[in-house]
Every structure is written in C-alpha cells, then in structure tokens.
C-alpha cells in the first residue's frame, strides 16, 4: 500500500493533502496560542513555558512537545519532497511552453509553489529566531514574550513574517479545498462551501498570526 | 476577412520546430477555423509550400481529432472543438497564434497533430467493461437509476481529444481518466471491475508521463464537452477506496 | 474499345448461401451447419480487420476474445475515432419493452419495405433477430443509454415508425455504442490478441490463388508502404458518401479499401443506392469542407416553406403569409412536413431549381418554428430541440427562435457497397465486408437508427460464426510472403500510384478536382437522376480523371506525413467509382428508395418502382479503369413481405 501511494500521483497528493491538514490544525492551534500574547508577558509567557509540560506527569518534560515537533517535522518534509516530486514531474510533463501563454494558467500551481518555497524558508528563519534564538539579536531564553517583541521591533522582522503570512494565507485558501478535492471529499453541492470555508480559514489564520506584529507595531503589546 | 497566422511549423517529430507566420484574405465569418486553414493549405500548396498538417475529421464536433491551441487556449476562444468555431470569433486584421497540443506524452508528429496514443493506453489498461460478445444477460436483468445512468452519461461524453492535457500547465490527463473511470464505476455492470480499473489506469497515466494534478481546473473550462472538475475528485475517491481494499486482501 | 455505358450482363449470382426453410430459422440453421475452428487452433490463424467503427470495432475485439489472432487497422490517430462516432439518433431493437406490438417480425417488415423491397430477405430477418441481443450487449459493457426513473431502458419512436423501438443515449448513441466496441477492443489490444495498426490506410488488397490473404497499407506518419498477410480479411471500412465532396461523412472517410478491393475481384453491388439526408444545414460558400445533420426530429413541429416568387430575397419575417408557400402541406397534404426522407429531400430540390431557394446561393429552404413557439410556448420548444437550436445558432450565427432555419438536403448514407452473401463474404474467397461498406440489409434505403443496428449485428454476431466456418473449411492455407511474386506486383502498384500522384506537379489541387467531381456527382446522381444527366456524367467523370493525372499537384514527399498525398490517392478512387454509381443510375430506369428516376415516377410525384424488371440487386463485376463492368444479378424472392407501392399524397 505504502508503495502504492508513494509511487503514485494521485498517492503523493494524499500524502500532501493529510500532511498539509495536519499542518494546519497545528496552526489554528499555534494562532490560537499566539493571541495570547495581547494578554500580557505573564500570561503568555506561562502558556509556553505550559507547553512544555503538557501531559505531565505520564509524560517527562518537553516530551509531550518533541513529540509534536517530530509529527510536525515529518510533515513538513512530507509535503515538501512530494510537492518537490510531482513539481518536478510537472515541469517535465510540459518540456516545452506555449509561444501565446497565457498567465492564468498557472496562477495557482505558481502561487502554490513559490508560496511553498517562501513557507518553508520562512520556518527555517522563524525557528531560528524564536526558537532557538540562532538569530536572534536579543535572545532570551524561556522568555519568549520579550523576543517577540524585540522581533517585530525591527522592520525586516516585520516584513519577513507578514509577507510569509500573506503567502500562507494564499496556500491555504487554495490547499485546503485543493486537499478536500483530493481526498476525495469534494462534489458539486459541497463546492461552494468548501471554497469558502478555505477562505474563511486561510483569512483568520492570516489575520490572526499578523495580529501580532500589527500590535507590537502600534505599540498594543510592548 | 483578412488575417495573419502565425503556425508552429515543425517538420517530423524529430526536427526542430519553429513558427511562421502567413496571411490568408477573403476568409467569411461563416467559416470554421479548420475551413479557414484549409484555404491556407490550398494557397500553400499552389504555392509550392508544403500545407499546414492538422489532424481532423468528422468536422462536427464528435470524433475528438481536431486539435489546436489558437492564441493559448485549447481549442481557440469558445467552449467547443476546433472544428465548430467559426472565424466570426475573430477581427478583421487579427493575428492569431496556433499551436499544436504541448505535454510530453502527446509528442509532435508533424506540425500541429501530435501522438495521442497514450490515451489509448490508458483504455487498455482499464477503461473497459470485461463482457465477451454473447454473455450479456437480459438488459433489463440490472436496472441502473436514472440518476447514476445520467451521470455516467456526463462522463462518457468525453471525446478523448485532449483539450485537458493541452490546457494544463502540468500536462496532466487527470479529466480524461477520470471521465472513463466515473462513467464504468458508477454502472453496476462496471463494479466488478471497479478497484483494478482505477488503479491500473491511473498507472498507466503516471506510466505514460504525464503531470500530477496541482487542481487549476484550466481541463474543465477548456473541456468541449464540460466534463466537471469534481470528476477528478471522484477519482481520487475511487483511488483512495481501491487502494485500501487492496491492502486489505 | 466498347464505350464505358455498354456493359455486358453476366450470369446472375445463383447462390446467397442464404440457408432454406422457414425464414426464422435459417440463422440457427446457418450456425448450426458451420464448421468449428478448434479453440487450441485459433490462435495460429490470422485475420486482418480494417477499420474500427462500430462493424470494425465490434468485430475486432470478438473474434480476438474468440482466440484468433487479429492485425487491426484505422486510418485515425486512435480507433475510438471511427465515424461512427457521430451518429446522432439511436439504435433499433424488437425489445417490445413498451408493450406496443413490436416484434421481430415487425422490424424484419419496417426494414424490408422502408427500404423498397431491393434487400434480401434472409438477412434483413437476421438483423431483426440479432437487434435484440446487440442491446443486452452494449448494457454489459457499460454503454449509457437513457433509462426512466424506474432504471429501466428508454425508447422512443424514430422516423415515423410507429412503434417504440429506439434506443438512445441523448443525441450522441453513436459515440456511446463505438465507445463500447472501442473499449472492447482494447482490452483485446492490452491482452495482446489484436495488433493495432492506428494512422495507417490500406492502399490495396492481396488475393493469392483466388484468396484474400493480406492488404498494402501505408503508415501515414512514416509514409512506409507495408504488407500484412492473413488467412482473412474483414474490410470495415464504411460508406464512400464522399464520393460527393460535400456529405455528412467524416472528411477522410473513404472509398479506397472497398474500391480497391472491387478492382481486385469483389462485386460492387447497387451503387447508385445512396440516402439524402433532408434535414442538413445548408452551404454557405464555396469554401465548405462538409454538411452536418440536423435531427429529422426537428419536422415534427417545424414547418416548411419557400417564398411564392422567385428571388424573393426579402428577409423571412418580412414576407407576409399569403406570399409563402408551405409546399410539402400543399403537395401532400394528409402527411404534411413529416413525408419521408426522399420525399421531402426531392421537393426541396424542385422550390430551389425553380429559383425559390433562400440563403446564400438559393440553396435553402425554411423550417420556422414560429408557430410551434406561439402554440406550445417558447420554453417547451427549447425543451424539446434546444440542443439543436442551439447547435444551429453556433454553425449559422442565426437565431432560430427569432428566424427561421435554413435547411437543406445532403448526402449521408450509401446503402450500396461490397456485394456480399449471407455470410458476409464477398465474392472473393476470405474477404469479408461488414457495416456500410457492405451493401446487404437496407435495401435501397435505410430507415433512422438502422445503421448502428447493422454495424454492430455484423461485428459482433454475424461475421464470428461465418468468419470461423471459412477458417475451418480452409484448415491449410499456404503461408504468403513478401517475395511471392503476386505481393511484389501489388507493391509496386502501389508505389508507382503514389509516385505518380507525387511526380504530376501540376497546376491544379487535390480539393479543386474532389469538389469539381462532387458538384458533377450531386447535380447529376444526387437527389433525382435522368438519362440525359447521367450520361452527361459519364462523360465527364472520365474527362476529370484525365485532367487529374495531368494537373494534380501534391507536395512533399511519400516518406512522411502527407496529407495531400493521402487526399490525392482517394480522389483517384473517388473518381473511378462515381463512374460505377452513375453507370449504375443509368441502368436502373425505375425508381426506388434513395434512387429517384425523373422517367419513373407515379403522376403525383412519387418514386415508381418497377419490380418485374429491377427486382435485384446489382453487382458490377470490375474489368479495368474506364472499361465496361460486367453486371451480376442477385434476384431478389420476396416470401414473406409482399412488394406494395408507397404513397403519401
């Protein structure tokens, strides 16, 4: 079966669309978390520092966390070699353009790849930063209130995070309803409402996370 | 009407291929594009040029042949086959750009015809309904609702010409397996066949190189015959529920 | 050298092998008295199909499923492209599902008097018999037809027949029972028992020892001119209504394969047997490549009518009522727009030869819905014919709801074709004609939704059974190769044709002789022939084809693809068999079905047939280009249905 689905197209975009899906659960999740932010340094503070004791006392510290970070990791590097696959496959599949194109065409596989590509060097920046603090000029460790702050005092931290965010939020609204249609959960009279549940979703994902730096900015979380 | 052509020009499958440009007068508005390139063929050829190859035949929008991207789009600007728009489409003075099928598992032939085979492939590897001549039982032994007859229906229209492929920017052939797979499964004569029919084609449209489906919908609106988008997404159903039921045996 | 016109009467064709006794037991009795191939056999003999419609298509794939080995060619780029495909109204079968009195019995009547008693009666009951079984198999393999609510099938009446018998899938049956057959073969294509040859044309065929043992076909991409050899050959290769330039048949279908077939020994039976369609939409310049059919339906509620003055050319709903003259109510006026194909084809061509024709070259006439509008409303026109309408307002640009149609007659089906008997065998040993390219079951006209019936009775059930007889009775055939002289002298023929047609150089193009033959042929042996017409044709055609040989100009080369030079090799056959069709016209003086003699008609207009003198079939016996043919008469007994004469004044 695994051999199936890998060595398929229709395979490796179910892969995309499960791993696609269960990262995007993890960021309704991380959003919600993230507005906690407008509530102060302790509170928000006290939920990271919660998130690392979850499941306490089963399980040990951090492990609870590690083990959302290796779910999450397997996904992202899911989707990112099958969409690297089939993106590949694509590009071979049409050698030659046509003399008359025409841009619209494309105008969702580009968004979708380009988009993928900004994500993904996104992640790496964004981990980096408030993770493990590599980039960060002001690092503080088990504060992470403050390092947010200092983030998005600086105007490249701000650009790089809302233009991701842009870029998610147009990957989404497309690769939700495209994850529905893949799975097979799409018809005619559910259409309708799922391009629009993909775009409600991709817009309060989207408006949540550039809440953020939109606060600091105007100086709501300091 | 007086028009300039500009048509990919490309001598055997092997050679390069390049576009050139012609002008054709007095062309009605009343013509069909392919009558239209006919009288360029029959001025090529008095001319000593070698005529356009385009491949052709029933003329009425049926058999699938006809196949030509003008200006970008399968099949020119109206939802039809090549053969049934008509020049009245166009202006006086326009250029316009014609182009053969472009996906690497539809190679040029010569010109504008490309090799469709591999649509072929893809019927015999599964788009069929095993029933050797004499073993049919009554017809009325199954009957099929209206709703699931009608809806077959919309999925054997297909004409097989390709638009799908050619308008989409992975080359993918997605609608046209789709289309056979929707149009057999559905039937209750096609179920015993229902997992290895959808299984095997989609191999074989893998097999044969074409694209993955990145979900543009660009083969639905260049569709001739309006194969819906969400024939795909039943595909997939259908690919997802064999693929479990085989593991499961 | 006797002039082409005095041809010479042969002996008359003695044995059908139509079996005796009670007419519907003559199948069972035929497949009972053939002889069996053993199944462990089958696999070491061989069988060219040509063609992959729904006769070539179904034929294929059966004998393959079957056992025997089967090479398979189509001139198309895939075999699902056959033009079958576009058959429009549907299928007959005696299913009597609607309980309305049909049988087989029926059917068998309908065909033999739709087609004005010129069919043999043998076959026309098998078909009736098989139509049964052709619906149960198409349902298997998946075809959708149009069911009812309950699930069960749809039928509706078709071309004033007044029993239900017609089975469709919306206007496209045609392409859903080709789908079929084409799926079938290719089933048989993945498991390896049929070779398929697509993009390749046979050019000739091979007869060694009197047999049919294999074809010449060039491969249209690589333009190689290649031999297959069999222990049959099953030519499926349609009509030839191209002959007339302008018809509804698909632009590359041709005569080549059946006239090819002809030269080298095969009967051409009643060519001149050819239907006019009344319902096409019409010419719009001299630039048309082709004629495409509007459903016959479409007379039920539209009327028909021309302007009473000649060159009237004010626009239709300018012209008041009492200035219109609506002359098929007039002229038969208890039938009214609903008289038969060739009638209504006939009195369309009189309004317009007396100048009354409207459109672009007086060659239309109109069919106006505005009273069916006024009566049943515009929404339930729409219901009813929207489609068409709305394929009529796409070719015309004019809408029909505000204007009327133009329509005209135009060419769609040749009843004639290969002479063949019960067992589809031409009258070359090993050489098989099936569907249109055959000339057997309809007579002198084919009734609406028989053709799809035909094809598929022929591929699927008839040829199997008969095909594996022959085989049988011929356990041992000496195998044929390239260097058997009789091969290399097809070759060469072949090749020096195509050398020929590549070396004229000339002046003029392939198209502008094909149209000019057309134009001869319409005017001259379309819709209504006469002596002095057909005369004046047989004096041109032979003109044409010496202009041709001198003037034609192909381009390119013969090893690549060249479609002028594929055009160019047909019109070479067109050219000799419209000679046959207007020999054949000529010397039929009766009217009958599709064939309308001027000096044969009944005082009100009708066709009069004359069956103490024509009651044959006509097969023409080839004895060389421009040359006399030799006729064969195939005398047609008629036991179970009486000759009557129609009437619909």
Known sequence: MVRTIWGSTVGKKTVMAVSGLIMLLYLVVHMLGNLKIFFGAGEFNHYAHWLRTIGEPFMHYEWTLWLVRVVLVLAVVAHAVSAYQLSRRDIKARPQKYVHSKPRASYATRTMRWGGVILGLFILWHLLDLTTGTVHTDFQPGRPYQNVVATFSTWYGNVIYIVAMLALGLHIRHGLWSAAQTLGVGSRARDRALKAAANVLALLLTAGFIAVPVGVMTGVVS | ?249 | ?649
């Open chain 2, 1 to 249: 009407m007086k028009l300039t052509l500009r048509v990919w020009r490309q001598k055997n499958a092997d050679a390069e291929g390049a576009m050139a440009t012609y002008e054709v007068d007095g062309i009605s508005p009343d013509m069909s594009f392919l009558e239209m390139l006919d009288v360029l063929n029959e001025q090529l050829i008095l001319s000593g040029e070698d005529p356009v190859a385009f491949d052709h035949d029933c003329r009425e929008g049926i058999c699938g042949a006809c196949s030509l991207v003008i200006n970008g789009e399968a099949h020119g600007p109206e939802r039809t086959t090549t053969c049934q728009l008509h020049m009245r489409s166009f202006k006086d003075g326009d250029t316009i750009d014609i182009e053969p099928w472009r996906a690497a598992a539809f190679p040029v032939v010569k010109d504008l015809v490309v090799d469709r085979s591999a649509f072929d492939r893809i019927i015999q590897a599964g788009g069929y309904i095993t029933a050797p001549t004499g073993s049919a039982p009554e017809a009325h032994a199954t009957p099929v609702p209206k709703a699931d007859a009608d809806y077959a229906f919309e999925h054997a229209e297909c004409i097989g010409c390709g638009a799908c492929v050619a308008a989409c920017p992975n080359g993918a052939a997605m609608l046209f397996t789709s289309a056979k797979i929707n149009h057999l499964n559905v039937l209750p004569q096609g179920a015993p066949e229902r997992e290895t029919r959808v299984l095997n084609m989609v191999a074989q449209m893998d097999e044969e190189g074409f694209g993955g489906c990145t979900l543009t919908g660009e083969c639905a609106t260049a569709c001739p015959k309006g194969i819906p988008l969400t024939s795909i997404t039943n595909m997939n159903k259908e690919w997802l529920r064999a693929t479990r039921k085989a593991a499961k045996r």
């Open chain 3, 1 to 649: 050298m006797t002039s082409y016109v005095d041809y010479t009467v042969g002996d008359p064709i003695a044995d059908t092998k139509a079996p005796s006794g009670p007419i519907h037991e003559r199948w069972d009795k035929r497949r009972f008295e053939a002889k069996l191939v053993n199944p462990a056999n089958r696999r070491k003999r061989t069988v060219i199909v040509v063609g992959t419609g729904l006769a070539g298509g179904s034929a294929g794939a059966t004998l393959a499923e079957q056992g025997y080995r089967v090479i398979q060619f189509c001139y198309q780029d895939s075999p699902r492209r056959a033009h079958s495909i576009a058959a429009q109204g549907g299928i007959n079968a005696a299913k009597n599902y609607r309980n309305d009195g049909d049988s087989i019995q029926r059917l068998f009547y309908d065909t033999v008097k739709g087609g004005d008693f010129r069919a043999r009666e043998s076959n026309v009951h098998r078909l009736a018999q098989i139509s049964v079984e052709i619906i149960d198999q198409c349902v298997a393999q998946g075809v959708p037809f149009a069911r009812e609510y309950g699930g069960l099938l749809d039928t509706r009446s078709f071309g004033g027949v007044q029993v239900s018998r017609t089975f469709y899938a919306r206007g496209q049956t045609g392409q859903q029972l080709l789908l079929g057959a084409y799926q079938a073969l290719s089933r048989q294509i993945a498991a390896g028992n049929v070779e398929m040859h697509a993009r390749t044309e046979m050019l000739d065929l091979i007869v060694v020892d009197g047999r049919a043992r294999g074809i010449v076909a060039r491969d249209l991409v690589t333009g190689k001119i290649d031999t297959y050899f069999a222990d049959a050959v099953v030519l499926a290769t349609g009509g030839y209504g191209n002959v007339f330039y302008l018809s509804t048949n698909a632009m590359n279908s041709n005569a080549t394969a059946i006239w090819r077939a002809h030269r080298r020994g095969a009967y051409f039976a009643n060519p001149c047997f050819t239907q006019i369609h009344p319902t096409c939409i019409p010419r719009t310049g001299d630039y048309q490549s082709k004629l495409t059919l509007m459903s016959e339906s479409l007379r039920n509620d539209g009327r028909i009518w021309v302007p009473k003055a000649k060159g009237d050319n004010r626009p239709p709903n300018e012209i008041p009522e009492d200035e219109r003259d609506y002359y098929l109510e007039r002229i038969y006026p208890s039938f009214g727009n609903l008289v038969p194909r060739d009638i209504a084809s006939r009195a369309a061509k009189n309004v317009c030869d007396e100048g009354r024709g409207v459109g672009p070259g007086g060659q239309g006439v109109y069919l106006d819905f505005a009273d069916a509008i006024k009566r049943m409303g515009r929404k339930a026109v729409e219901a009813k014919y929207g489609n068409l309408f709305d394929m009529y307002q796409r070719i015309t640009d004019e809408d029909p709801y505000e204007v009327p149609m133009r329509i005209y007659p135009a060419v769609h089906y040749t009843m004639g074709g290969l002479w063949v008997d019960y067992d589809l065998q031409t009258t070359i040993p090993g050489l098989f004609a099936i569907g249109e390219a055959n000339f057997s079951d309809h007579g002198a006209n084919r009734l609406g939704a028989s053709a799809l019936m035909q094809g598929l009775a022929d591929g699927y059930f008839v040829l199997p059974p008969t095909l594996n007889d022959y085989l049988a009775r011929n356990p041992k055939l000496d195998p044929v190769t390239d260097e058997h002289p009789v091969v290399q002298e097809v070759v060469a023929e072949t090749e020096a044709r195509l050398n020929k047609l590549l070396s004229v150089d000339g002046d003029r193009t392939p198209d502008s002789f094909h149209r000019e033959l057309g134009e001869l042929m319409w005017e001259y042996c379309g819709m209504a022939r006469n002596d002095t017409g057909l005369r004046k044709a047989l004096q041109r055609i032979p003109e044409i084809r010496e202009e041709f040989w001198k003037r034609v100009k192909v381009p390119g080369t013969g090893e690549e693809l060249n479609q002028s030079l594929e055009k160019a090799n047909r019109i070479v056959d067109y050219l000799e068999l419209a000679e046959l069709m207007c020999l054949d016209a000529l010397h039929r003086t009766e009217s009958c079905g599709g064939h309308f003699r001027e000096e044969s008609q009944t005082p009100d207009g009708e066709a009069a047939r004359k069956d103490d003198e024509f009651s044959y079939a006509a097969a023409w016996e080839f004895t060389g280009t421009g040359k006399a043919p030799v006729l064969h008469k195939e005398d047609l007994v008629f036991e179970y249905v009486h000759p009557t004469q129609r009437s619909y004044a």
